[in-house]
Structures are given as C-alpha cells and as structure tokens.
C-alpha cells in the first residue's frame, strides 16, 4: 500500500465530528491534526471531540500556524461559514496559499462560483490555490442529502424528466451549532 494521505481536520462541529470519523475509517488516510476555534477544546483528543469512545491521539489545537507546519497533504475545512462569509475566504486562502489542497463544505457558493458569486470573492481564492500549486474541492448541500440523492433517487423511477427543481428549508433555530464567533 502507499503512504496514506495525511489529512487535518478543520472544525470539530456538527460536520467535523463525521469528517474525522471517516477519515480514522480509512487507511489510507492519516489524521495527522484537528483545528478547534473554541480554546477550551484545544488540547483534547480528536477521539473524544468526534465523540468515537477512544483516543486517536491527535490533541486538537487552535494554532492554524502549527497545522500548516505539519505540511498535510490535505485539509478538510468543514468550519460555519454562514455567519462568517469574510472570515471563512480568509482561512481557505491561507490554507491554499501554504500548499495544502482543501475539501470543504463550506462556504456553498463555491461549489459553482461561476455566473453566481461576484469575481472579488473567488477570485482571491482561485489565485491563493494558483499560487500554492493545489486544489479546492467545496461539496455538500448546507450539507445534506435533500437537494442532491434525494433527486437522483426520486428520478430513478420515473419515465420522462423534464426538469428538477430542489429548494431545501430549515429552520436552523433548532440547529445545534453553538459559534464563538457572536
């Protein structure tokens, strides 16, 4: 087998508890660190803060310098975005500007910038990926499954499609994502 891909962990929150579970699940990735925003979960093991039952032994920090000094050969940034838009640009970029390729959930519009998001916004992240020799890949629906499997299975059994059309609603005040960003 080759070297397995070493991988940190960007957020510990509703989606990074699931990110770092899956990627213990595979050997061919390595979690080599776990980025926290919260100082009281600096220092805690991933195990723990993806609640797994065991250690994995990666302490979690919150010193983006020390996790890119790690020279990953990936992050994943599952980080909130939709409550800090500016912020979330500013860490991809200097996340891609270090070298390191990203898989993120977050922010949405930048699964399909083109034709939607204004070039002063993902232009600057197109460059810091340019100037660091790597890639971005933003996947996820918020994330989920109502505007991107559900379809896919629902057209399945039909006969003739002519459009589809997904427009996904919550009510994200029961949504359990505490920021320290207020």
Sequence with gaps: MTKPYRVVQWSTGNVGRNAIAGIDARPDLELVGVWVSDPAKAGRDAGELAGLGRDLGVPATDNADELLA??????????????RIPEAIEDL???????????????????????????????????????????LWVNGVDPGFANDWLPLVLTGVCERIDEVRCLEILDYSTYDNATPYE
Excluded: K, W
């Design 93 to 135: 970029r200097r996340i891609l500007r270090a070298g390191v390729n990203v898989v993120s959930s977050s922010p949405v519009f930048l699964q399909f910038p083109d034709g939607v998001v204004p070039d002063e916004v993902s232009g600057p992240v197109r460059d810091a990926a340019a100037e660091g020799g790597v890639s």
């Design 70 to 83: 790690l020279r990953p050969d990936c992050v994943v940034y599952t980080a909130m975005a939709d409550d």
